[in-house]
């Protein structure tokens, strides 16, 4: 790792401040990717600001929503009472994610924020246009198993890692952020971005601003939900695919459904259309088919990802047969 | 072991007054002395670049004052400084958990945090859960289950074990085997650890 300075704030503003006013000054909550990626030497910072004994780390339900502090650990989110009983795909997708050591260190805010796992981005040695500007883009003509099939543009075709962001996204979840320019609130589906010919930019948070909070908004998703995660091994590793979906099924009829999906894209992968196709439909096995049909549709594979399309459609039917019997 | 004397107070002077030679003259900082001392000493702390950082830690059970750089790990502070090496490196990237110890009482990646961040924090390693020459009930059946062979992993394993005793993550063999995922074997040990910990977990020893 390069050498860097280290600053431990005592406020939230003295945190914002260390960060807005330095170049490559950065957060540091868990560390897991941060400094995954300067060892790497992916990320150079010259200055950590370490947030970590800032007041973040509450969970309570505040006007009928949950409350999540950005420095809440993903193990203790995945295993409290609230998230357990009102929003338990929650639970399932963060202990769908890495290791119980990684979830004891992991935050919401850094979990977030945590960058792709495309290879040539971990490979300072290859071309890569999200680490490099302009350099070229390593998977597209190289080994791309791992890569999207919604959303990539001809500059990236990397997927966001992260379970816990698809739940939250399904889940309508809402972003709170507070930087130099004051606090502003971000609906969960448009933080991340898609690459477009900004593939260096993740997601639309502003230099300096820090996550401060997730809230989701009360439902009826506490029953008939399901995160399905599938992957190269059963444990600790990172998605193919992944689908979440949550339903409300009143009387035999899915009254609302929600949709998502991990390692298919730039972002967790709301799934509208077939949310839409769901609603006011009955739970069978062919509305379901039909639905993932839908889902499906736009998907576009590379060389290597061509079985991804397939995988996906046979994973969210499976998900919706999971989340609808239970 | 001579953790301590490794730490020779020569050392930790020089690391502060280095710190707040540069932090004035680098970082033109408007601070005085007594200051700084006050601040590294309560939640805010600063460090530069070039700069040593005292940090207080219990490790095992030992209270410690420390001086580290900003980019040293929690691994790597207690292998190369503190000379506790049953703490493995594996991979350094937090994808085989060789280097997992406790930090208040929670099992965690030493190789994925910086020891600077670990103010006030109690660390537990593989050196500190026997109780004197009585082994922790999870080092006896790892040895009585053959839940090792070239033992490279091990330590991290038996870290990883208790915690995962203790959290109640234990109730199955299929559990155990999820929430003993994120430690690798390369031997492939892993039917044998996992009957190591369901006998300790059946056994009823506390943990
Ligand atoms: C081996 C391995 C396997 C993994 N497997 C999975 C998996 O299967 N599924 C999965 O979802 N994840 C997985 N992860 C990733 C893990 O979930 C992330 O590394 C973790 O969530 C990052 O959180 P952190 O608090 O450690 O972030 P840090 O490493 O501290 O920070 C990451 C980034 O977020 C920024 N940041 C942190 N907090 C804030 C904030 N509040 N506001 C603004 N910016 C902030 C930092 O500046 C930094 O750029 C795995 C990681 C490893 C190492
Ligand atoms: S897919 Fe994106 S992250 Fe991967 S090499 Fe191409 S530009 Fe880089
Ligand atoms: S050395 Fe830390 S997880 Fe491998
Ligand atoms: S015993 Fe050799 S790696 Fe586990």
């Given amino acids: ?326 | 072991m001579s953790a301590e004397n490794d730490q020779h107070p020569r050392d930790k002077q020089a690391g502060r007054r280095d710190f707040l030679k540069q932090s004035s003259a680098m970082m033109a900082l408007a601070l005085t002395p007594p200051l700084v001392i006050k601040a590294a000493a309560h939640d805010e702390a600063i460090a530069g670049i070039f700069e040593k950082m005292p940090v207080n830690m219990e490790i095992n059970g030992k209270k410690m004052q420390l001086s580290v750089e900003p980019r040293t790990t929690l691994l790597d502070l207690l292998r190369e400084q503190l000379a506790l090496t049953g703490t493995k490196k594996g991979c350094d990237h937090g994808q085989c958990g060789a280097c997992t110890v406790h930090v208040n009482g929670r099992r965690i990646n030493s190789c994925l945090t910086l020891a600077v961040m670990q103010e006030g924090n109690q660390v537990t390693t593989i050196e500190g859960i026997a109780n004197g020459d009585q082994l922790h009930p999870v080092q006896e059946a790892f040895i009585k289950h053959d839940g090792f062979q070239c033992g490279y992993c091990t330590p991290g394993q038996i870290m990883s074990a208790v915690a995962c005793i203790r959290e109640g993550h234990a109730g199955s063999p299929e559990q155990i085997r999820e929430f003993m995922s994120g430690n690798i074997c390369r031997c492939g040990a892993y039917d044998n650890i996992v009957n190591a910990i369901v006998d300790v977990k059946s056994g009823g020893k506390t943990v």
């Fill in chain 1, 1 to 326: 790792m390069n050498q860097f300075s280290y600053v431990r704030p005592a406020n939230l503003k003295a945190a914002i401040d260390a960060v807005a006013k330095d170049k490559s000054a950065r957060f540091i909550a868990g560390g897991t990717n941060l400094l995954d990626l300067m060892k790497s030497g992916v990320v150079t910072s010259e200055k950590l600001v370490d947030i970590n004994r800032l007041p973040l780390k509450d969970i309570q339900l505040s006007e009928g929503a949950l409350h999540i502090g950005a420095l809440v650990l993903n193990s203790d989110l995945a295993a409290h009472d609230l998230v357990k009983t009102q929003h338990p795909l929650l639970s399932q997708a963060l202990l769908a994610g890495a290791s119980q050591q990684l979830r004891n260190m992991a935050t919401v805010g850094g979990n977030m924020m945590q960058r792709t796992r495309c290879t040539y981005f971990y490979d300072t040695t290859m071309p890569c246009n999200k680490r490099a500007p302009n350099s070229g883009c390593g998977a597209i003509g190289g080994i791309n198993r791992m890569h999207a099939i919604f959303g990539a543009s001809d500059s990236c075709i990397a997927v966001h890692p992260s379970d816990m962001c698809v739940a939250l996204a399904a889940l309508d979840a809402m972003v709170l952020v507070t930087g130099p320019k004051g606090s502003r609130r971000i609906p969960f589906t448009d933080f991340h971005r898609l690459p477009g010919n900004t593939p260096q930019l993740d997601n639309n948070l502003g230099k300096g601003e820090l996550i401060t909070a997730v809230e989701i908004p009360s439902n009826h998703f506490t029953k008939n939900i399901y995160y399905l995660k599938v992957r190269d091994r059963a444990s600790y590793a990172f998605a193919l695919v992944s689908v979440a979906v949550a339903l409300d099924i009143r009387d035999g009829v899915i009254h609302e459904a929600r949709l998502a999906m991990g390692g298919v894209a730039h972002k967790p992968w709301r799934l509208p259309e077939a949310e839409k196709a769901l609603a006011g439909k009955a739970p069978t096995a062919e509305n379901f088919r039909i639905a993932a049909g839908i889902a499906t549709q736009s998907a576009k594979a590379y060389k290597h990802n061509m079985f991804k399309p397939a995988l996906a459609l046979n994973s969210i039917q499976t998900a919706l047969q999971k989340a609808a019997s239970v």
